[in-house]
């Protein structure tokens, strides 16, 4: 299926590495240009290497989402009625790295930093890009959700909360920007080896006696087993192919909706 993305432009927020990273390959693959902004300064090595396999333009900056002057700033600098940018994608994300069953074992203290990243950045996004998205005529803005969201997963409570928020949001963005042939959508993904998913295994892992403590693939073979019907991990790719669908014309008429790629994890009766 030709995309069609030739000539547009993508932002990847939390592009550096993981889900992000992937996204961003897969939009340069299309014949996007790409700007990847990330707090990790590595975020520049992953643009050029990118760069060496695509002939659209792939610029990296590097961005705290939750400042939201450096946000503002970043949208002056390759927003504009000049910029071909039409695609935003919010990707950055956190998890407390605390185990937080049952929700009574964390602090409230460790909230706010797990919402100023996977919500609060995707807002700050959203409200600095908003004037750049109403000019573009057509365009999408995906934020990455997870399946934490419809499930009150007791894994990571602020992170569960934040991801619900997200997708809440979005559909608020997608109902504000129809307007404007601008749409939004969330995926969320199941379980992928990423830094983060490593996270959420080391905090299960500290909370463990030393019988019950399990190596991370052990942990994650156990995990993927029980709860996901095809029985398989989902990957960084899975979730970019599913990004430029989403951002693509062959996707016109999606807006306001989450995306579950997750093996079937979550199924609504
Ligand atoms: N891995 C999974 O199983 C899984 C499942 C569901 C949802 N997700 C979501 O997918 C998205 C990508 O996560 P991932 O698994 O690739 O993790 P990751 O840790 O590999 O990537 C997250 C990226 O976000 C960046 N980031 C963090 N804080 C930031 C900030 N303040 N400003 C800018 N960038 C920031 C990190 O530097 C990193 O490059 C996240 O929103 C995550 O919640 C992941």
Excluded at 181 to 202: D, E, H, Y
Aim: glycine content about 8%; hydrophobic content about 45%; aromatic content about 8%.
């Amino acid at each position: 299926m030709d995309l069609a993305l030739t000539g547009d432009c993508v932002l990847v927020v939390g592009g550096a590495k993981g889900i992000g990273y992937a996204i961003a390959q897969q939009f340069a693959n299309q014949g996007a240009d790409v700007v990847l902004a990330d707090i990790d300064p590595n975020v520049n090595d992953s643009a050029t290497v990118i760069d060496a396999d695509t002939t659209g333009n792939v610029r990296g900056f590097i961005l705290d989402a939750t400042d939201y002057a450096a946000v503002k700033s970043l949208a002056s600098e390759i927003g504009g009625e000049a910029s071909n940018l039409n695609h935003i994608v919010y990707a950055a994300g956190v998890g407390s790295n605390k185990f937080g069953f049952p929700f009574w074992e964390m602090e409230p203290s460790d909230w706010p930093f797990v919402l100023e990243v996977n919500l609060m950045g995707a807002v700050n996004v959203a409200h600095a890009f908003a004037s750049h998205m109403q000019q573009c005529g057509s365009g999408s803005i995906l934020f990455i959700a997870s399946i934490a969201a419809q499930m009150g997963s007791q894994t990571d409570p602020p992170y569960s909360a934040a991801k619900a928020a997200i997708v809440n949001f979005m559909q608020v963005v997608a109902k504000d920007f129809a307007r404007y042939n601008v749409r939004a959508n969330a995926i969320s993904p199941g379980m992928i080896q990423t830094t983060l998913n490593k996270s959420v295994w080391s905090a299960w892992n500290q909370r463990q006696t030393e019988d019950n403590k399990r190596e991370y693939e052990d942990w994650a073979d156990e995990k993927i087993s029980a709860i996901c019907p095809l029985g398989r991990w989902q990957t960084p790719d899975d979730i970019g192919k599913m990004a430029v669908f989403l951002a693509s014309q062959a996707a016109k008429n999606v807006t306001g909706q989450t995306v579950n790629v997750d093996g079937g994890i979550i199924m609504h009766s």
